[in-house]
């Protein structure tokens, strides 16, 4: 069984800059490919930005990309979400999650197999 523990939200203004942190326990973190969801009140679920197990494949939300920036320390099973230049409809609940043995960079939802419990991110303007 895998555990994810997320960190790093908070309420922040608009044009602020927010990490966020997935630290995986019980697991091999380089097998891993991770992703980051996130579901605003009334919402679905959509997917922010995924990274392959290696790290050497990442991908956008169209509305994020060049604003948020993925990346993945297998040494310290850490995936972490660098989010500049927030704005308010960036506001949601964060989630991590991971599909083990995957080379690919995964967009749906369904492909993962754990998720961390969430971390809040409030954007005022």
């Known amino acids: 069984q895998v555990q994810l523990d ?3 939200g908070g309420l922040v203004q608009a044009g602020d800059s927010l990490r966020l942190s997935c630290v995986a326990a019980g697991t091999t973190f380089s097998w891993y490919a991770v992703g980051w969801f996130r579901q605003a009140p009334g919402k ?7 990274i392959s197990g290696s790290g050497g494949r990442t991908e ?4 994020v ?3 948020f920036t993925l990346s993945k320390d297998n040494t310290k099973n850490t995936a972490t979400l660098q989010m500049n230049n927030l704005k308010s409809e960036d506001t949601a609940v964060y989630y991590c999650a991971v599909k083990q043995f995957s080379t690919q960079v995964l967009t749906a939802s369904g492909a993962y197999e754990y998720w961390g419990q969430g971390t809040q991110v409030t954007v005022s303007s």
């Open 6 to 8: 997320e960190s790093g």
């Open 60 to 63: 956008y939300l169209v509305s």
């Open 65 to 67: 990309k060049g604003r």
């Open 44 to 50: 679905e679920r959509e997917f922010v930005a995924g």
